[in-house]
């Protein structure tokens, strides 16, 4: 049975610190959400360590860096784990490649300094996936032929998003987990870096100083990511329903729907929800 509550404050006695997702928690790619950068920083004042962390195909600074573009504020996060940072290992290990490269001309820093290559699917020893080289229009379906391709040659693909899609503004995007998917439908091999798998919240509680896992709180608004993340790794979890499963957890008008809450979070309904990250 999962306990809706009206703000992060009244489960700060219970808690010492936060795993909290990044992108449909406190900001939407577009705008940060200052009742939640509130929150956190709130938090991290008066409990504990807030980590965010991230399926961002970018390491950290990067990451970091864009936060401070959309105004949320240091003070608000301790230390930020993503995806990129536990891609960039993966990616090191088959360094110099050469790698079949697909993903937008922002995520260059996951590929800073590992002296990989990049060549055409027909050349290349694997594939190096940050998500759609044209996020705003293109679909999964774009890259089939490609990818049908690769699955022929036998090559992995290292996923350095599993998001599948996120929110932008009032528009949902396609991620590296979508092109992913399809990939390993047609038979393809994929490593998966980021949440919902362990190396990712290894490095987060290395970050939070390694606390008892019961006094642990994970925040998130992906079912298949997040919550699925802190199932998989025994943690209470406060899901976040005004996020990329808007329109499946609230009413016309914004408010939480109960009935279609409990059918989202079924069979494994997390311990609390609340409509928008706030103290």
């Keep these: 049975m999962t306990d809706v509550i009206s703000g992060l404050g009244e489960l700060a006695l219970r808690f010492d610190a936060l795993l909290c997702d ?23 004042t008066q409990v504990g360590p807030v980590i965010l962390i991230s399926n961002a195909p970018r390491p950290a600074e990067a990451v970091a860096r864009q936060l401070d573009g959309l105004g949320v504020p240091r003070s608000s996060w301790s230390a930020i784990v993503t995806s990129g940072d536990v891609s960039r290992s993966l990616l090191a290990a088959l360094a110099p490649g050469p790698a079949f490269r697909i993903g937008p001309a ?14 055409s699917v027909e050349d290349s020893a694997f594939i190096a996936c940050s998500g759609p080289n044209d996020e705003d229009v293109e679909t999964p379906e774009d890259y089939r ?14 996923c350095a998003n599993p998001d599948l899609v996120v929110q932008r503004g009032d528009a949902l995007i396609y991620c590296a987990g979508a092109l992913a998917k399809l990939y390993e439908a047609l038979g393809g ?31 998130g608004d992906g079912l298949l990511t ?5 199932r998989e790794q025994e ?44 103290w």
């Design 235 to 278: 943690l209470d979890a406060l899901f976040v329903a005004d996020g990329v499963h808007a329109a499946d957890a609230l009413t016309p008008r914004g408010e939480i729907d109960a009935a279609r809450l409990t059918a989202l979070l079924a069979p494994s309904p997390p311990a609390f929800a609340l409509r928008a990250l706030a």
């Design 189 to 219: 091999e994929v490593i998966w870096a980021g949440k919902p798998y362990a190396p990712i919240y290894d490095l987060a509680y290395e970050k939070a100083g390694r606390p008892d896992r019961s006094r642990v709180l994970a925040i």
């Design 145 to 158: 032929a490609v990818l049908s391709v690769a699955a022929g040659r036998g090559l992995t693909m290292i």
């Design 22 to 44: 990044v992108w449909g928690v406190i900001h939407n790619g577009r705008e940060s959400f200052p009742k939640a950068c509130v929150a956190l920083e709130r938090w991290r």
């Design 226 to 230: 997040d919550l699925a993340g802190a």
């Design 106 to 119: 922002k995520d260059d820093p996951l590929y800073a300094g590992l002296g990989l290559a990049f060549a």
